[in-house]
Every structure is written in C-alpha cells, then in structure tokens.
C-alpha cells in the first residue's frame, strides 16, 4: 500500500506558493499578490525557489480528503459487515501536483478529449511564449492531477510528456516530482536525464558528476558521454576526457565544439572562446561557468528559462547579457519582476551618469538605459520629479517591447505615488503601467481620478479616454459605456485613419470575445475604413478543433488549444481572428479572468 498511500497524497497536491503562485495560478494577472510582501532575491534564483517552495507533503487527515478512484475496484461483504476490496494502481497519467484545491483545473479537464491528440500536442506547446498568463494556462494544464483523457495508450506516456514540457519550461524540479509520484511506472532514461540537468542547473557539480558515473553504465544516450568528459576534465583526467572526445567524433556526429573548448580551456591549451550555442542546456551553461566563460548573446534566443537564469547569475557575463537574459525569463514570467529590480539595482554607474540619467540613458544600450533610469526613480525622494523619470523610463522601454516588464519591475514606485488632482498629470502612465503589473483595481482608481478631472482638466479628460480600453477589457460589467467609447473613438482619428482603424478593430473584437455588448453602429463605422489586413492565420483545423472544443465546454482540450493558437509570439504576435477565437474559448470554458488577462496582453501590445 505504500505505492498506493504515495499516490492519493500526491494527487492530491500542494501549493506551489511564491514560485508557481506569481503565474497567476488563482486566474489571471490581477490575482497576483505584490512582490512588494515578499523578501527580494537576487541571483542564483532557482534552487533557492523551488527548494523552499516545493515541498509534497500530505494534506491533513479530514474527512475532506478526496481518494483517488481506481478501477476495477472488487468488494465482498464478510460475515461481520466489513467490506474488503482489492485495488488496482491507479493510472500514473492521472498524477499531478496542483489539484483545483489549490488552483489547478478540475479532475475532469480530459473529459471527451482524445488522447491520441493530447498526446500529439502537448510536445507542440508555445512554452516560452512572452506572456505569464499563457505561462499560467499551461503549468496548471501540465500540473492539474485527474483522470487522462479517452482513449488507449501506454501507460505513464501522457504523464511523461507533460514532465518533459515542465522541463521545457525551466521547472525541472516539479517535473520530476510528477515522475517520482507515480506508482508502477520506470521512467529510467527520462528521469535520470531531468535529474542530471537539474543539478547541472544548480552547478552541483559532485552530485551531477556522481550520477553520470552511474547512468553512463546503463544509458548509451550521447549525452551522458558528453556529461562525463566534461566531468573528467573536471576532475583532471585529461586523458579520458580527450579519448572520450574522440568517441563522440567517431559515433557518426561531429561533437559538441562547447564541449571540445570547455576540455582544451581547462588543460590550458586555449582561451575558451563560444561563438555560437544554439539551443543550450543545463550542462553547456554549467560548462562555461566552470572555465569563467560568458555564452554568446545569440544563446538567449532559444534558451529556457532555466537556462535564462543561469545566465543572469553569471558573473563572468557582461551586465548587459545578464539583465537581456533576465528580462527575457521576467517577460515569460519565469522570472519575479522583484529579481530584475535587484539586478538594476547592482549595476554600477558613473557620478555624471547618475546625476543626468534622463540624457545619459540615451546613449546607453538597450537594458542598461533601463537599469539607469530604475535606479534614477528609487533615488529620487520627491513626487512629481519621480513621476517625471518614471515616465521616460516607461516610455523607452514601451519603444524597446520591455513596458511590461518595466512596469512590474518599478511597480513599488508607482504604488507609492499618491492619488490626487495634484499627480493627475501622469494618471495615464500610472494606470497603463499598473494595469501592466496586474493591479487593476488600482489602476482603475487613476482613470476615476482622471474621469472625475476631466471637465477641469484637458490633460485629465485624455488620460481618461487613453485609459478607458483597459479598464473596459478588465471589467466584469457587460455593458459597454457608450460615452466613453465615442469619446475614445473620436480620439483615434476614425476609421479613415491607419492605425486608428486597427486599434478600434482590436478593441471592438476583444470587447466582442469578451461577452461586452459593442453597438452595432460601431462596427458599421469600422466598414468606412480598409476592409482588409494582414493578419498571422492559423491552421483552420486547429480554428475549427478550438471552436468545438469550447463550445461542448471540454477545458482541457480547450486550453491547450488555445494556448496552441495564440503560438510562440503570444497574445502579441497572433492575428486578431485567432486572438478573438482564444479569448472568446477561454470565456466559454469558465476562464474569463485568464480571457481578460489575455486581451490586456494583447491590447497594451497593441499601444491601447
């Protein structure tokens, strides 16, 4: 029974807390608790994290307690009333860490969806797509225990994909959890592999190396022969790790040229250069680290995030490689905005530079602009002159595609400025970047100061109006204000106006996919402008398959689908028919606060 006993407290689940929890597990951006209540920390993030707060645990002995069925569950009566069964294990696929107690989806997400599909996509997710909310979407789908879809397969397969796509998404830890937590089921290879680059991940070197002496017996994976030379060289055995080179040259491929560098650095041979990496690993990352070598820019681009991490912990890297890795992780939502903040922070500039940062940031590169401006705004102690550097500070990293980013990483700062007819000069830039951060309730508090100013302030009223979209999209009332849509539509320039005409299709669409009754003279108004654009289109069976999903109300097909659909760019990147199809199928399925978060990406993407 101790197989079993593991398994009902595993599917059971535990909170993931401040690591999982920051992905808006509870339902969209506006769920999120401030990074303000939590302790900051600073580099290396990920072991500390998942250390502290993954921990499996059983729930407490109540009634509550919820078994996990088995079938083929057989009962007898006996003589004295007491009923004995015989239990089969229960399917390993139904396994998962985050059960809706806790915020996961429902035990039935599966139902009527094929697994064969499920089985066939899940490798396919945009797992590092720029938006926490699809990051949300997806670890609750690959995290949620309950019963696998319909359909024969082999056993413990749909689990083992929806591990690798954890690991795919830097969260090695709680994949192996999910490996771990099933009963009957030899995971070999795999779990060995996500083993060794966690701690590859971690730089625990002994530990890594201990266990590639262990699984190089059994696994003839060429990656354990690459783990091990570089072990070797570790250790000093130059020998081996040159003969073991070798080998990798002789098995038909050509090696690995991080790998032969990393060797001859350390037998003194080279000055170890890396040109290019593509799609590095846990292991090259921990390669460079041991010869003090930074990667090469280029490797940011298909890192992830666990390997994004590892680059902005780095030392050895320039400041500004660490802070591009580090805004990449944060705009996945792999990152706290709280650890961006603390890397600002740490970068070291001149007393000129400090003193003019709103000049000096313009001849600064990309994130060292930003960490300039951050660290100019922390500094200033009066108000109105805070504001001012906060809003070229937004305004760049809005040009740069960082104003999300931006905005979560100074989110304290804006907080702090107070609400009144005095600041209502900056209540756009407040309420965008805090609509940004996730707190839309109080973002909303600027556009009612600005709505409340603006028949004695011009600048009051046009905040009022460029704020009114977002607060629209993250409302939960139905009807539209028809007032403030025709102010925000003269606004635009009308229909005859290029990019008048695309943010009113956006807004009127999310508006639509959102259960918003738009008037119809509106769309009528659209007609007067270009009657096409291009758009990114996706698959029509993947249209027609999210469709039918959502309409028989089947979440999990639904979700990944959705998550499918909006595809490696995000709610950013999709064409709006398909990002009005995702947000409308979200709504369908019971999403709505995850459907609003997704058309708040979308729109503040837009320049809404």
Aim: proline letters at 6%; one cysteine or more; a negative charge.
């Amino acid at each position: 029974m101790a197989g079993r006993a593991a398994l009902v407290w595993s599917a059971r689940l535990v909170p993931l807390a401040a690591g999982l929890a920051m992905l808006c597990l509870a339902g969209g951006l506006a769920a999120q608790e401030s990074e303000a209540d939590a302790p900051m920390r600073l580099f290396p993030l990920d072991s500390e994290r998942q250390t502290e707060t993954i921990q499996l645990r059983p729930p407490p002995e109540t009634e509550e307690t919820v078994q996990p069925e088995a079938e083929g569950a057989l009962e007898e009566a006996g003589e004295d009333g007491i009923q004995i069964g015989t239990l089969e294990e229960v399917d390993p696929d139904s396994v998962g860490l985050f059960s809706d107690r806790y915020g996961g989806f429902p035990s039935d997400l599966w139902r009527e969806t094929s697994r064969r599909l499920v089985e066939s996509l899940l490798p396919r997710l945009p797992i590092e797509a720029p938006s926490p909310t699809m990051r949300s979407l997806a670890l609750r789908l690959l995290l949620s225990p309950g019963k696998p879809p319909e359909g024969e397969g082999e056993r413990g397969a749909l689990l083992h994909r929806r591990a690798l796509a954890l690991a795919g998404m830097g969260e090695y830890d709680v994949a192996i959890e999910m490996l771990r937590a099933a009963s009957g089921v030899d995971f070999g290879e795999s779990l060995a592999r996500l083993e060794s680059d966690r701690r590859f991940r971690d730089l625990d070197y002994v530990a890594a190396c201990g266990q590639v002496n262990e699984n190089i017996r059994q696994f003839s994976n060429p990656y354990w022969l690459k783990a091990l030379v570089f072990c070797q060289a570790l250790e000093g055995e130059f020998e081996a790790a040159s003969l073991g080179l070798d080998l990798l040259r002789e098995s038909g491929g050509s090696g690995d040229e991080t790998l032969a560098t990393v060797v001859l650095a350390m037998r003194g041979e080279v000055e170890p250069v890396i040109e290019t990496l593509p799609n590095p690993t846990p292991l090259h990352i921990a390669m460079l680290r041991a010869v003090k070598v930074a990667p090469p820019e280029s490797a940011l681009v298909t890192a992830n995030p666990a390997v994004l991490r590892l680059i902005a912990a780095a030392p050895e890297v320039s400041i500004a490689v660490r802070l591009n890795a580090a805004e990449r992780a944060e705009a996945v939502g792999a990152l706290p905005a709280g650890s961006i903040a603390q890397l600002y922070a740490s970068v070291q500039f001149s007393a000129e530079e400090k003193a003019n940062p709103i000049s000096a940031a313009e001849s600064l590169a990309g994130p060292l602009s930003r960490a300039l401006l951050y660290q100019a705004v922390i500094a200033e102690p009066v108000p109105t002159a805070r504001a001012e550097i906060l809003r070229v500070a937004l305004d760049k990293a809005r040009a740069a595609g960082r104003f999300t980013t931006m905005a979560r990483t100074a989110l304290i700062a804006v907080q702090e400025l107070v609400v009144g007819p005095e600041m209502v000069w900056f209540a756009a830039d407040a309420g965008r970047a805090l609509f940004a951060a996730g707190r839309w309730d109080e973002a909303v508090r600027w556009f009612d100061l600005a709505a409340q100013q603006s028949s004695l302030n011009q600048e009051a009223a046009a905040a009022a109006v460029a704020l009114w979209p977002l607060a629209a999209l993250t409302s939960e009332v139905e009807e539209v204000d028809v007032a403030m849509l025709e102010a925000w539509w003269n606004a635009q320039g009308g229909a005859a106006d290029p990019r008048g005409h695309a943010r009113a299709g956006m807004l009127l669409s999310l508006l639509q996919a959102l259960g918003r009754g738009v008037p119809r003279q509106y769309w009528e108004r659209l007609l007067t402008g270009p009657l096409s654009q291009p758009a990114t289109m996706t698959s029509p069976a993947l249209h027609h398959a999210l469709r039918d999903a959502a309409a028989n109300r089947r979440l999990g097909g639904t979700v990944l689908l959705a998550l499918l659909s909006l595809g490696d760019g995000g709610p950013a990147a999709a064409g709006l028919p398909t990002l009005e199809a995702v947000v409308t199928s979200l709504r369908l399925v019971g999403l709505e606060s995850d459907a609003r978060s997704l058309a708040l990406e979308a729109a503040l993407a837009a320049g809404l």
